[in-house]
């Protein structure tokens, strides 16, 4: 769409003085949503490297940092024969994390995503939620978790885990005071 516009704008043989400020306000509109959406690329990449899972283990350290890198999964012919994402399997099934790459697994990335559009529907999550920095966080913690994450009980989240988040909250506040009075 926007190299036609494009396109459209470089054609444009109109020499009148309100012709061309038209020219440069589309061509300026234009270089502004291009910048935008590279902002925006920007800064989901920076949220999502802000997103670090440590892995807690013994001697299964090659094991697990082979599982959790960030290298996307290279597709080979084979893997169309793969199993598809079903989040009713049981620990022992689910083997290895299942990486997902956007372009060649839009079945299965429409898969999870119909699991994630069911829980904002059924506990009527309002769809700008889905916007926010901490929930773009929050997939990805769980994609780099990977199979197997139990969820918090209601007790980790009414207690130690809104505890812990208290107490973060708090000492972002007293930053921001510091810097605050710092700056006065």
């Not at 234009?30 to 920076?46: F, I, M, P, S």
């Not at 060649?104 to 506990?123: P, Q």
């Amino acid at each position: 769409m926007w190299p036609m516009k494009e396109t459209i704008l470089t054609k444009c043989k109109a020499r009148t003085p309100k012709a061309l400020e038209a020219k440069e306000k589309c061509k300026k509109a234009l270089n502004d949503a291009k910048r935008k959406r590279e902002e925006k690329t920007v800064r989901e990449l920076e949220l999502r490297e802000e997103v670090n899972v440590s892995r807690v283990g013994g001697g299964e350290s090659e094991e697990v940092t082979c599982i959790g890198s960030s290298e996307p999964h290279k597709l080979g012919s084979i893997d169309k024969w793969t199993r598809a994402i079903d989040p009713k399997a049981t620990k022992s099934e689910s083997f290895t994390q299942q990486k997902l790459n956007k372009e060649l697994w839009k079945e299965r990335t429409h898969e999870v995503h119909k699991y994630i559009a069911r829980w904002v529907y059924t506990h009527a999550i309002p769809f700008n939620a889905c916007d926010n920095d901490e929930f773009k966080q929050m997939v990805e913690a769980i994609g780099q978790f990977g199979a197997g994450l139990e969820p918090p009980t209601q007790y980790d989240l009414r207690e130690r885990l809104l505890e812990e988040e208290y107490t973060r909250t708090k000492s972002l506040l007293q930053e921001h005071e510091a810097e605050k009075l710092k700056n006065r």
